[in-house]
């Protein structure tokens, strides 16, 4: 049922055109903006005449099953792969500026990113280094960021020998050395402990009030629903592109009522005259609800010894549009 | 406008620092590499000097007869039937020293009445080793044909040895020069091979070239840091050279220094440059010897090139490894200034390492998936 037709008018992307784009008036308003981005690797189409709209301040997710295109999308976005053909503009330079922007940006790779057999201090003294960050404003800035992920106490210890969530935050840390507008973060909680992945949203939260955009790769829902946008990806394509509750719209899920009945088969027949998608399990009756006038409307009509809403999640829109 | 490219080179000095220092580092905590680094040139400067001998061709001789009767006649015909001389006859036997000085040929034979001079090149003892032999058992094939029907037992003539540089040179004394090269050459490529690809298998190069840091400030960050090492190690080398073999030790130390870094440089870059070609440490093992080993096998390293067969030999010619070992060998043992080596030494090693730094730095590719 979801073919790219079928996706949000905002973001299909029409052939691209160099001047499509410099038309765009609010152009800057955007931290990535492109069409028709398209890539293939050895005849195999990886992204297809995509579209991406990703505003500034936001946490942006990109959604999508392995072997969607996230990742690939990520570095097309940081000119570590080349474009076969469309138009991005990041930080409201074309791609083909990208160096200039470099300095800007914060990349957290999904492959490790911090040199095992080095301290903490002296990844975090490297990655400085690379940004022309020295003298008292390195000493400050490493303090800042050592900060942000709450581990100044690890300067010190070899970076090989951390665990999985301190090492994924002493990542973060060295991503966020340069103070980036742009962050790229790949799967940044992969092999993270709960209580890390909470302390993540924090960080990301911070930093989207200061202004700065966090885009994130994920296939997991849960994380998808805590961004303000998802660009929600399969085959190569960018199926949609909007907020968690707009997407869920989007898949054409709807709030369901459960409802326990008396006599749930004529109930159930008598609802499905109507129109009304219905499932039944034992004396409980599913139904579809557009809206909540309609809730009330099927509640009075049926009136249940117990009733529960149901809210679409995140999961039920990505199975639905993945299939 | 000039202050703006000024803070621009020192900002790009400042990041190609922040390479280097991090790769010292990294090597620094490694306790086996520091090992390595020291013990390699000592394992293989014994093992090689005392393992080798070949058997040669091309040696070019030179033949001084002064006086001619049976015996030098023998002697003589004994050297031509051998092909493993080029002979050259010459006047004098000052000629003949001149001409080993330069390294025209490699030595000379001088036919008196009463004695046979070897001069021999101290450099290269298994050349002076074969041209040896030869004289000697051409007197004894004489002294079977003819002493007999001699008049008088005068006796043969007494063989005299001596050396162009005053010093019986064991091999290994000569080869240390040279591993000195190989040492570089292999411990540089290898372990730039595995560093890039460690960085590549790593998020690290892809996290560092999302960042204002570019190929060349990449790969010229490498390059200082193993200046770097390389120059202690040379450290370490020259002091077992002098100390423990009491080589004697002439020429330029600055000449040795610059083609040690010159070496370095090039090994440094040709290993980025091989590191696009693997993906996992174990290819990189199968492929270092394949890459590797001519190139120290036919350097003149372990063996002179005049014992390399002639069709071998223009791939000798080709390796960077010869030119590096032969400018090693004249410095430090021959006394050779940084001019004499110029041409062709120097000149190939800075080729070697042009060419190799713009493939390595043309070749990182972004694409890495």
């Given at each position: 049922?979801?073919?790219?037709?079928?996706?949000?008018?905002?973001?299909?992307?029409?052939?691209?055109?160099?001047?499509?784009?410099?038309?765009?008036?609010?152009?800057?308003?955007?931290?990535?903006?492109?069409?028709?981005?398209?890539?293939?690797?050895?005849?195999?189409?990886?992204?297809?005449?995509?579209?991406?709209?990703?505003?500034?301040?936001?946490?942006?997710?990109?959604?999508?099953?392995?072997?969607?295109?996230?990742?690939?999308?990520?570095?097309?976005?940081?000119?570590?792969?080349?474009?076969?053909?469309?138009?991005?503009?990041?930080?409201?330079?074309?791609?083909?500026?990208?160096?200039?922007?470099?300095?800007?940006?914060?990349?957290?790779?999904?492959?490790?990113?911090?040199?095992?057999?080095?301290?903490?201090?002296?990844?975090?003294?490297?990655?400085?280094?690379?940004?022309?960050?020295?003298?008292?404003?390195?000493?400050?800035?490493?303090?800042?960021?050592?900060?942000?992920?709450?581990?100044?106490?690890?300067?010190?210890?070899?970076?090989?020998?951390?665990?999985?969530?301190?090492?994924?935050?002493?990542?973060?840390?060295?991503?966020?050395?340069?103070?980036?507008?742009?962050?790229?973060?790949?799967?940044?909680?992969?092999?993270?402990?709960?209580?890390?992945?909470?302390?993540?949203?924090?960080?990301?939260?911070e930093l989207t009030k200061e202004g700065k955009t966090v885009v994130i790769t994920t296939h997991i829902m849960e994380e998808a629903e805590r961004c303000d946008m998802v660009g929600f990806m399969r085959n190569g394509r960018m199926l949609a592109e909007s907020s968690p509750d707009k997407l869920k719209e989007f898949a054409g899920l709807k709030k369901q009522l459960r409802m326990k009945v008396a006599d749930p088969e004529g109930k159930m027949a008598k609802l499905v005259g109507e129109g009304l998608e219905v499932r039944i399990e034992g004396d409980i009756l599913f139904v579809d609800v557009s809206d909540t006038s309609k809730m009330m409307e099927v509640l009075d009509q049926v009136k249940p010894m117990d009733f529960k809403v149901i809210e679409p999640t995140l999961e039920s829109a990505f199975l639905k549009l993945a299939i | 406008m000039k202050m703006v490219q000024t803070g621009e080179v020192s900002q790009s000095l400042y990041r190609i620092w922040s390479v280097g220092l991090r790769v010292i580092r990294q090597t620094k905590r490694d306790r086996r590499t520091i090992v390595a680094l020291i013990i390699n040139p000592i394992i293989l400067m014994l093992l090689i000097g005392y393992a080798f001998s070949g058997t040669f061709t091309g040696i070019n001789l030179g033949i001084v007869e002064l006086y001619s009767g049976p015996v030098q006649e023998s002697v003589v015909n004994h050297l031509q039937a051998s092909d493993t001389f080029s002979i050259t006859y010459l006047a004098s036997e000052s000629e003949a020293r001149k001409l080993i000085s330069e390294g025209r040929i490699d030595g000379a034979v001088v036919l008196g009445n009463n004695a046979i001079s070897l001069i021999l090149d101290g450099t290269s003892p298994q050349v002076a080793g074969t041209i040896t032999t030869v004289v000697q058992t051409g007197l004894q094939a004489a002294a079977a044909q003819i002493l007999g029907s001699l008049p008088i037992r005068s006796g043969l003539p007494a063989v005299n040895t001596y050396y162009v540089y005053g010093y019986d040179l064991e091999v290994k004394d000569s080869v240390g020069p040279a591993l000195l090269a190989v040492t570089i050459f292999f411990f540089t490529s290898l372990n730039t091979t595995i560093g890039f690809l460690r960085e590549r298998l790593q998020g690290t190069l892809e996290k560092v070239l999302v960042s204002p840091l570019d190929r060349i400030e990449l790969v010229s960050g490498y390059i200082l840091a193993y200046m770097v090492l390389s120059t202690a190690q040379s450290a370490i080398t020259f002091v077992i050279l002098v100390v423990g073999f009491k080589v004697p030790i002439g020429g330029s130390l600055?000449?040795?220094?610059?083609?040690?870094?010159?070496?370095?440089?090039?090994?440094?870059?040709?290993?980025?440059?091989?590191?696009?070609?693997?993906?996992?440490?174990?290819?990189?093992?199968?492929?270092?010897?394949?890459?590797?080993?001519?190139?120290?096998?036919?350097?003149?390293?372990?063996?002179?090139?005049?014992?390399?067969?002639?069709?071998?030999?223009?791939?000798?010619?080709?390796?960077?490894?010869?030119?590096?070992?032969?400018?090693?060998?004249?410095?430090?043992?021959?006394?050779?200034?940084?001019?004499?080596?110029?041409?062709?030494?120097?000149?190939?090693?800075?080729?070697?390492?042009?060419?190799?730094?713009?493939?390595?730095?043309?070749?990182?590719?972004?694409?890495?998936?």
């Open positions: 049922m979801s073919t790219p037709e079928k996706a949000p008018s905002e973001s299909r992307g029409p052939r691209s055109s160099m001047s499509e784009l410099t038309q765009v008036p609010e152009r800057d308003l955007f931290a990535v903006i492109g069409r028709g981005i398209t890539k293939s690797f050895d005849n195999l189409r990886v992204l297809q005449d995509m579209p991406v709209n990703i505003p500034r301040g936001v946490t942006y997710c990109l959604l999508g099953p392995n072997g969607s295109g996230k990742t690939t999308l990520m570095r097309v976005i940081m000119g570590l792969v080349k474009l076969e053909s469309g138009d991005i503009y990041i930080l409201d330079e074309p791609l083909s500026r990208i160096n200039i922007v470099y300095p800007r940006l914060g990349y957290m790779p999904q492959q490790r990113p911090l040199y095992p057999d080095l301290t903490v201090l002296e990844n975090l003294e490297f990655y400085a280094g690379l940004y022309g960050i020295r003298g008292q404003e390195r000493i400050r800035r490493i303090d800042e960021v050592l900060r942000v992920v709450d581990l100044p106490e690890t300067k010190n210890r070899i970076t090989g020998m951390l665990s999985g969530g301190m090492y994924q935050r002493i990542s973060l840390a060295c991503t966020l050395i340069n103070s980036p507008d742009l962050l790229l973060l790949d799967e940044p909680t992969v092999g993270v402990d709960p209580v890390t992945k909470q302390s993540f949203w924090g960080y990301f939260r | 600055l000449a040795v220094l610059i083609i040690v870094l010159l070496l370095s440089a090039g090994s440094l870059s040709f290993g980025a440059f091989l590191s696009n070609f693997v993906t996992t440490e174990f290819q990189v093992m199968q492929l270092n010897p394949v890459v590797t080993f001519p190139q120290t096998i036919l350097s003149g390293a372990w063996v002179p090139i005049q014992s390399i067969p002639g069709w071998l030999r223009p791939l000798s010619y080709i390796f960077p490894l010869t030119y590096a070992c032969d400018a090693l060998k004249l410095t430090l043992l021959k006394g050779a200034s940084l001019a004499d080596i110029l041409y062709p030494d120097v000149t190939a090693l800075v080729i070697f390492f042009l060419v190799t730094f713009f493939m390595a730095t043309f070749m990182i590719k972004k694409e890495i998936a």
